[in-house]
């Protein structure tokens, strides 16, 4: 079955300006995940929905914002872009609740989007 | 707060060469421990988990066993070869009161390994 989609795979931003990037998950799965990863700060987690609802939220500023759709399709949204952003952006799958996976926190990892910020 | 710690990297060694990559972490309760490889130009793939203490993961020749003791979960393989190349994390995540994990890992910093033919 089809992975983990990510659109765009590569972008080059200004900064101030905006960014929205799409994840579409594993068919069935019901829970997206986002993660940040660069060189310096490694992996970190930026947020999860499930349900169209944010459960957990990493230690972003609100210029990071993100929403899930009711097809489970998810979009991470960054405002006033900073040099700082610049990254790999990483969405990440999973079944989600209710009903427990085999393998807790397995996740299924997209290729990224690649953001520059000039 | 949870924390995972890798060992320093990067690791080059050759073909067949023997690999421990270190891997200690913090947390409270009971975390789901987790190896996943990322190899270049592609995303995260789990390569190994264990979700309680004295469980070994494995997969593809590499094993981690959860050590509670020594709150460890180091990764090894007894024979590295040129395609093992590519950058390992160690993460882990909690259960929560529910006993169901959701989509929120911590990582490490990530360990670089090249093998040389």
């Known amino acids: 079955k089809a992975g983990v989609t990510q659109t765009p795979r590569y972008l080059i931003k200004t900064r101030g300006q905006q960014v929205t990037l799409s994840c579409s998950p594993i068919?069935?799965?019901?829970?997206v995940s986002w993660y940040q990863q660069t060189p310096g700060q490694g992996l970190q987690f930026l947020f999860e929905y499930f349900s169209e609802t944010q459960r957990n939220k990493g230690n972003f500023p609100g210029r990071f914002s993100g929403r899930q759709f009711s097809n489970s399709r998810s979009e991470m949204n960054v405002s006033t872009l900073e040099l700082g952003d610049s990254a790999l952006y990483l969405c990440?799958?999973?079944?989600?609740?209710?009903?427990?996976?085999?393998?807790?926190?397995?996740?299924?990892f997209g290729e990224g989007s690649r953001l520059t910020v000039l | 707060g949870n924390s995972v710690t890798q060992m320093e990297g990067p690791v080059t060694l050759s073909e067949e060469a023997f690999l421990t990559i270190n891997c200690t972490y913090t947390?409270?309760?009971?975390?789901?421990l987790f190896w996943y490889v990322q190899y270049p130009g592609e995303g995260l793939q789990l390569l190994l988990k264990a979700t309680k203490a004295d469980d070994k993961g494995s997969n593809k020749g590499f094993e981690a066993t959860y050590r509670k003791e020594t709150t460890s979960f180091h990764l090894e393989k007894g024979s590295v070869q040129v395609s093992d190349s590519a950058v390992y994390f160690c993460a882990l995540t909690r259960r929560n009161a529910g006993g169901t994990s959701y989509g929120k890992l911590t990582f490490g910093q990530g360990t670089i390994l090249t093998v040389h033919p």
């Open positions: 947390a409270t309760g009971y975390p789901s």
């Open positions: 068919s069935g799965h019901r829970s």
């Open positions: 990440a799958s999973s079944l989600g609740p209710p009903r427990p996976q085999l393998v807790t926190g397995e996740l299924f």
